[in-house]
């Protein structure tokens, strides 16, 4: 059995932007090293000051490939406050690592990851993820999202705790053509609410707050495709 992997994280130095530097860095260190195990790994969203490294795994490979990414985290960050929440203890977990998994529904590992960034919208970021993931349910695909009301495990870890912000979601399928489907109904699902904008991967928090950004990547076999320039031209919208 395969899954997918998404882990996302603030690493930053700031509460805006990332540094791309460092995620070249982290990017080109987590590819090298889980490709030595079988495990097909890359930087998928650039969200505000948050990014996301997604993974298609074998079951028996979760933990020691959620160790190693954690690990190279730590080697390059900037910022430590998501790394320094994870616990061994749930009591004890604080904000830190947003986590989602899901069964990989084709043999290439194929999956649509959606990520959000807040300044000042922690009251709704929670809902627009959960709104995603159940879209996802609804139409039969495999979907999972970060949000929980209790303290989650990060297999291999540790816990993080419910006041976790900045969540990720994460839904896979079997066949190509369904990846238009599915991201088109997100976006106009999550037009609906107020604050929330639709951005390029690595584009800063540059809204007026309080509001929320996210970004939708296509994770398949490996590459990325950051769905922002494919759903503007679909839709018509003037950038």
Known sequence: M?????????????????????NEKIDYEIKRKLSKIGVKAVLTNVTGDDIVITSFVPENLIEETNKIIIDI?????????????????????????????????SKYGDALIVSFDTYGGEDIVNEMALFVEEIG??????????????PKKIHGVGYVGVSTDDPVVVITFEELKELPKLAG??????????????????????????????TMSAFLNG?????????????????
């Open 73 to 105: 985290l730590k080697k390059h960050a900037e910022g430590f406050d998501d790394l320094n929440g994870i616990s061994e203890n749930p009591e004890d977990a604080g904000e830190g690592v947003s986590y989602a998994i899901a069964k990989a529904g």
């Open 137 to 150: 349910k609804k139409f039969g695909y495999d979907a999972s999202s970060s949000v929980s009301n209790k």
């Open 223 to 239: 590459n990325v495709i950051d769905l922002y320039e494919g759903i503007r031209r679909r839709f018509n919208i003037i950038d």
């Open 185 to 214: 109904m997100i976006f106009g699902g999550l037009l609906g609410f107020d604050g929330a904008y639709f951005v390029r991967r690595g584009t800063p928090t540059n809204i007026l707050p309080p509001g929320v950004i996210y």
């Open 2 to 22: 395969y899954y997918i992997s998404a882990i996302g994280i603030d690493v930053s130095s700031n509460d805006v932007s990332t540094n791309p530097k460092v």
